[in-house]
């Protein structure tokens, strides 16, 4: 049960922690609702086949889901012995050292606001659009935004439990009508017949295999977060494993699936044509196509939910990211400071609705496209970023048993997060290389991008050799104590 404060406690008095008592299945709620299923189905699929390898991947989300299940194997054993919440970043630290540690921590920050700013940028259009749809006023792409960030930073500044029991609902309808959708594709035969040939190595290699593994492993984005709400888990010990293993099965066999059927409902021959004439409406005409007009408005309805339950998963975790940093002070202690009655990181809540405003703004002002410019660059920059994180956690899982002993199980310390550090190194390689073709073709965008990615780390790199000449006991509070 949730403790309770004392009547008449200060709002912003600081009670020891997070706490709470979420189970496995609201904490896959949260990261699962992270991923956007629906919106990858519908959005991120029709374009990954365009420039990826067609009617084949569906194949990649497998690949993706096997590469990661090797990395949560290490995931899940750290999070046993290391009894923090600060995920990557305090898993890197207690792996490769304080330095490595908050760089990781700073990456970490500029990959999940970067993804959720891209993410209120599509929706922002998107509600547009299907206002306009309806004979409604032409309102700016950005006022539809910032009045997501208001009402996501609301729910972000109550407890954790409340944004859980808002997500559920919303990921459970969205599951739903692509579950119904390829039920009744599969009940239809499909255009031409079901069949395999999208797992047939002719059609998983054509195309560019490398860009479709690169858009599969981007759809993932939000699963590893579990370790974030280890202090608000039931039973961390158990719920954590269970959540991150729980999600990262769930989403995979929900994309295969999803994407398979998707590709039925065209056929294998036509999927590609029907993607290029419009990649973002593909899911509702086939909708449309399967479900009827009503089955089409339901997946558009459902679509905008995807979206903002996204971007509210997304604030939780940045909030505690910010969190876990100020408690270390390496950023300003008050974002460490706990809602006496809500139990949330409220301060950190606040300073995180004001980042995404304000960088909605300045898009805004810049005249950026929200969609071609807002979210594509900026799902680039964050695609790049987790893949760079996880591998480098798997590094720190290899390195933290092997210097500790800790866990001699050579499958859970060594093998399963060594291959998963290949497969998540050569991903990153592969988005660094296609990092302009992410971003539209241009170069000069590109290697402006790659380097502000580059200077977040690097600049967590330089405040921690910094504090270990000016402040010694705050460096050796990074990752509580530990040898550097």
């Known amino acids: 049960m949730t403790p309770i404060s004392p009547p008449g406690a200060s709002a912003s008095a600081p009670p020891a922690g997070l706490h709470g008592s979420l189970g496995t299945g609201a904490i896959i709620f949260m990261v699962v609702a992270a991923a956007a299923p629906l919106t990858v189905i519908g959005g991120s699929a029709p374009i990954a086949m365009l420039i990826g390898d067609g009617a084949g991947f569906p194949s990649m989300f497998v690949v993706a889901a096997v590469v990661l299940l090797l990395f949560s194997v290490g995931l899940s054993a750290m999070s046993r012995h290391v009894p923090k919440a600060g995920a990557f970043f305090t898993y890197i630290g207690y792996g490769l050292g304080r330095p490595a540690g908050l760089g990781a921590a700073y990456l970490a920050l500029l990959t999940y606001t970067t993804v959720q700013v891209a993410v209120y940028g599509f929706l922002g259009a998107a509600l547009r659009r299907s206002v306009m749809d309806i004979h409604g006023p032409d309102i700016p792409w950005y006022v539809y935004a910032l009045a997501v960030i208001a009402i996501v930073g609301t729910l972000g500044y109550r407890h954790i439990e409340f944004s859980s029991k808002v997500l559920g609902p919303l990921l459970i309808a969205e599951v739903g009508i692509v579950l119904l959708l390829g039920v009744v594709i599969v009940a239809r035969g499909g255009a031409a017949g079901l069949s395999a040939q999208p ?146 990181p409220h301060l950190s809540s606040l300073v995180q609705t004001a980042t995404a405003a304000t960088l909605v703004v300045v898009f805004a002002l810049c005249r950026l496209d929200p969609e071609l410019e807002v979210f594509t660059w900026f799902s680039g920059v964050a695609s790049l970023g987790v893949a760079v994180l996880m591998a480098l956690t798997c590094a720190a899982v290899i390195v933290y048993f092997a210097r500790t002993r800790a866990d001699t199980r050579i499958w859970h310390t060594r093998i399963a997060p060594a291959l998963g550090l290949v497969g998540l190194a050569l991903t990153a390689w592969l988005i660094a290389v296609n990092f302009p073709t992410l971003i539209g073709g241009s170069t000069t965008l590109a290697a402006v991008l790659l380097l502000i990615t580059a200077a977040f780390p690097l600049a967590g790199i330089a405040q921690a050799y910094a504090l270990r000449r000016a402040n010694r006991i705050v460096y050796d509070g990074i990752v509580d104590a530990i040898a550097a």
């Not at 280890?230 to 494993?241: F, M």
């Not at 398979?260 to 294998?268: D, N």
């Not at 899911?283 to 996204?310: D, K």
């Open 199 to 344: 797992f047939t190595p002719h059609l998983a290699l054509s195309g560019s295999p490398g860009l479709g593994l690169m858009m599969a492993l981007a759809g993932f984005i939000g699963f590893e977060a579990t370790a974030i709400f280890r202090d608000e888990a039931r039973d961390p010990a158990r719920t954590i494993p269970r959540a991150t293993y729980g999600a990262v099965i769930s989403i995979g066999l929900f994309y295969t699936f999803g994407t398979w059927a998707l590709v039925m409902a065209w056929g294998p021959d036509r999927i590609l044509d029907e993607a290029g004439k419009d990649p973002g409406g593909l899911i509702v005409r086939t909708a449309s196509e399967y479900l009827g007009s009503v089955g089409a408005v339901a997946v558009n309805v459902l679509l905008l939910t995807s979206l903002f339950a996204c971007v509210l998963s997304f604030h939780n975790v940045v909030a505690r990211y910010q969190h876990s940093m100020g408690t270390t002070n390496v950023l300003p202690a008050g974002l460490a400071r706990v809602h006496a009655r809500h139990a949330s």
